[in-house]
Every structure is written in structure tokens, then in C-alpha cells.
């Protein structure tokens, strides 16, 4: 096989999201000697007050390559930039004297209650941000009382991840090409308790600075990744090669709709779609009848030059006509963002590099923070609108620049 197509394999998306290219492994861990926030002996280090803080953290903890590929796009990162940037368009209109002194942020996401519509969306290899990595975060969506969205690729078995904490958990599934083992993988999901299984459907990744940083996993991390699916022919005892080669060829890149119907055979759990943009796509998840849609373009790391999802959010919305709850992630780095989010139809948003920038600056206790953070913006917006609860969030507060 050519380095090309060898290469394209291992950043096409499923399992590998990117993880495993060629290149030094050894580089892309943690800096256990750099101090983060809290540590005795800390100096000159302002706590965190949003999200960028978190970023400039991480960025002085974790090596370059990890910290570039966590925080860089596809390509020209275009659709990066645009996620965020279509935010910072949107103008908030807010009523004068509406006479609300205190909000409340509480709903449901696919009939779980939480305590605001911000969830954490599947990041994978977590352990790379910190030891403690996918555990950390499912401790602290649970302590902020939200979901954590886990990925296939996050680091920790299913079993591990559920037995961290009690909180609320949607699994996202990446598809083996052995349905053995993706069965057992979706009853071993059920089993665990599990809420939802995500089926993220936007696949290719072709990212710039990981190309350039050869960035790699340690064998070790690889081969737990693989044998936590259910891969359980890999081994230590074979070669990095072999087992790059055998994660290239693993898992199923061209699904289709119908495979929905063969989920649909072997769990019961709510299903969700994410990767939608088009309204076409958003109208066939419904009448299939899956149980939720997130519009995202997976925060830019995919296709470089799609459009930012709070755009297409209100069109998707319109499709779906209430038939399914709609979700968005991709680009929210303010409170506020999650105030234009849901007066445009959302039911909640997913983040994902902003509680991986915390979980590296400061384990559990940094995405507690962030959490924390981005739910008392998003309060504070409320009442600076006028809204009391969440149905008060309408399209009326927001105008286009």
C-alpha cells in the first residue's frame, strides 16, 4: 500500500478519527511538569474567565502536536474559523424591562433532565489531555448535572467510562466492519446503561497540522483503544505496523441509511445522527425515525469549506418539524452562543474543545469549571433578555449583523 492511501485510511474518520497517522509516539503525552491552576507553588497564572483561558492553558501544558491536534482544523481551517466567527455575527436584541432577576436553565434532553442545555460532545483519546482523562470528564458532567457524549475513541472502555460516575452518558458509535463485534459493542453500551447511541456520519479528516507534527499514539494506548471495541485478536506482541494496518482496515467507512434499520434490530436505545447540514438529510433522519439530529461538521475537523452549523441550524430545524429534538455543536465558545443557538431551534449544544482544553489544564476540575463557566454566561444572558426559562427564548431576540 502507498504512504497516500495508507495515510488516508488512518485519518478517514471511524476509530482512528485521526489519532493514529504515522509518526513519533512518544511525543504526544501529557507534560506532567507543568503547573496548572491550584497547583502549590503556582505563580503569575489569572484563573480562567472563558473559554480562551482554558485554550491558552492547555496550550502551555500538553506537547505542540497534541495541543494542534485538538485545537486545529481541516485544511485552510476555514470551517473553523467560520464556526466561530458566524457566532460573533449573530446581534442580540434584548427587551428592556422585563423584570427578570433569576433564570432557570433546566430541561430535558431526550426526556433526561439537566440542568442546562450544554452537553459534552465525544472527544476521543482524553487520556492524552490527562490521565485521568474520559473518567475525569464523566465526573464532571455529572457533578454539573449534564450528559457526557462518549467517544468510541476516548481512551477507557464502555465499562470503565459508566463505572466512573452515575451521571447521564449517549455512547457515539464508530462501525467495525465485523458486525460481531459492533453487535457486542452496542449490547455491551445497553448493558452499561447508557442512555442514546450517537452515529456520527461525517467522515475524512485531513488536517494540516497533523501531517506536519507526524502525530501518532504509543502502541500501547492504540492497542487498548482496539481491544476495548472488541478487537480482542490484538495484541501487544504484534507489531506498531501491524496494528496501525489492522485499525485502517477495521472499520466501515461507507455506510449507509439502511444501517440505521440494523441498529434499530439490535438495541432499543434512542439513536442519534450527527453530521447534519442539509435539510434533505434532516428530513430522511426523521422519516426513518430516529430520535435526535446534531447539526455539526465536527468543529471544522472534517471537510474544510462547509458552512458553520448555527447557519444551517434554522433550516434543519424547519425540516425537522419537531419530529425529533434537534442538537448543534461546533463553534460555541460563549454563553451567549448558546442563547442564539436555542432561539434558533436547538434543544441543547455539545462542546468539545473547550472541555478538552480544560480537562488538560486542570483534569476533573477544569471541566467542572468550564461547565460551570459557560453556565453562568449563559444565565446571565437570560436575564439580560428577559427570559425566565427556556421556552422564553425565541427568534425575536436575535438579528443578523
Known amino acids: 500500500m502507498d504512504r497516500r492511501t495508507f495515510a488516508q485510511r488512518l485519518t478517514s474518520g471511524a476509530g482512528a478519527l485521526g489519532l493514529f497517522s504515522l509518526g513519533s509516539a512518544e511525543q504526544n503525552v501529557v507534560a506532567d511538569d507543568v503547573p496548572i491552576p491550584g497547583t502549590p507553588g503556582r505563580t503569575n497564572v489569572l484563573e480562567p474567565v472563558k473559554v480562551a483561558d482554558f485554550q491558552a492553558l492547555a496550550a502551555a501544558r500538553l506537547p505542540k502536536a497534541t495541543f494542534e491536534y485538538i485545537s486545529t482544523g481541516s485544511a485552510d481551517e476555514v470551517t473553523l474559523r467560520e464556526n466561530v466567527a458566524a457566532f460573533q455575527r ?16 433546566s430541561t430535558t434532553a431526550l426526556k433526561q433532565a439537566i440542568q442546562f442545555p450544554i452537553l459534552l460532545a465525544p472527544v476521543a483519546g482524553q487520556q492524552m489531555y490527562h490521565p485521568q482523562g474520559a473518567l475525569a470528564a464523566a465526573r464532571a458532567a455529572a457533578a454539573a448535572g449534564t450528559i457526557y457524549g462518549v467517544s468510541s475513541s476516548v481512551g477507557h472502555s464502555v465499562e470503565e467510562v459508566a463505572a466512573a460516575s452515575q451521571g447521564p452518558k449517549w ?18 453500551v445497553e448493558r452499561a ?11 475524512g479528516e485531513w488536517k494540516d497540522a497533523d501531517r506536519r507534527n507526524r502525530f501518532a499514539l504509543p502502541k500501547e494506548v492504540l492497542v487498548k483503544h482496539l481491544r476495548d471495541i472488541g478487537f480482542m485478536q490484538i495484541s501487544n506482541s504484534m507489531s506498531y ?4 494496518e489492522f485499525n485502517g482496515q477495521a472499520w466501515d467507512l461507507a455506510i449507509k441509511w439502511d444501517f440505521f434499520d440494523w441498529l434499530r434490530s439490535i438495541t432499543k436505545l434512542p439513536l442519534i445522527i450527527k453530521g447534519v447540514l442539509r435539510k434533505e438529510d434532516a428530513t430522511k433522519a426523521v422519516s426513518i425515525g430516529l430520535d435526535g439530529i446534531i447539526v455539526s461538521n ?61 480537562l488538560a489544564a486542570d483534569g476533573e476540575a477544569g471541566v467542572k469549571k468550564v461547565l460551570d463557566l459557560l453556565r453562568e454566561e449563559f444565565l446571565n444572558a437570560m436575564i439580560a433578555t428577559g427570559c425566565a426559562k427556556l421556552s422564553d ?3 425575536s431576540l436575535l438579528r443578523k449583523a
Request: aromatic content about 6%.
Open 193 to 203: 446503561g447508557y442512555q442514546a447511541i450517537i452515529l456520527t456520519v461525517d467522515m
Open 393 to 395: 427564548i425565541t427568534p
Open 90 to 105: 449573530i446581534r442580540i436584541l434584548p427587551p428592556l424591562l422585563t423584570g427578570v432577576a433569576k433564570a432557570d436553565p
Open 241 to 244: 505496523e501491524e496494528i496501525v
Open 171 to 188: 455512547f457515539q458509535l464508530y462501525v467495525p466492519k465485523d458486525r460481531a463485534v459492533a453487535r457486542k459493542l452496542v449490547e455491551r
Open 298 to 358: 465536527h468543529g471544522g475537523r472534517r471537510l474544510d469549506g462547509m458552512p458553520a452549523t448555527i447557519e444551517m441550524l434554522p433550516e434543519v430545524v424547519q425540516a425537522v418539524g419537531g419530529r425529533a429534538e434537534v442538537f448543534l455543536d461546533s463553534g460555541v465558545r460563549r454563553g451567549t452562543d448558546v442563547l442564539a443557538a436555542l432561539a434558533l431551534g436547538a434543544r441543547a449544544v455539545l462542546i468539545g474543545r473547550p472541555y478538552a482544553w480544560a
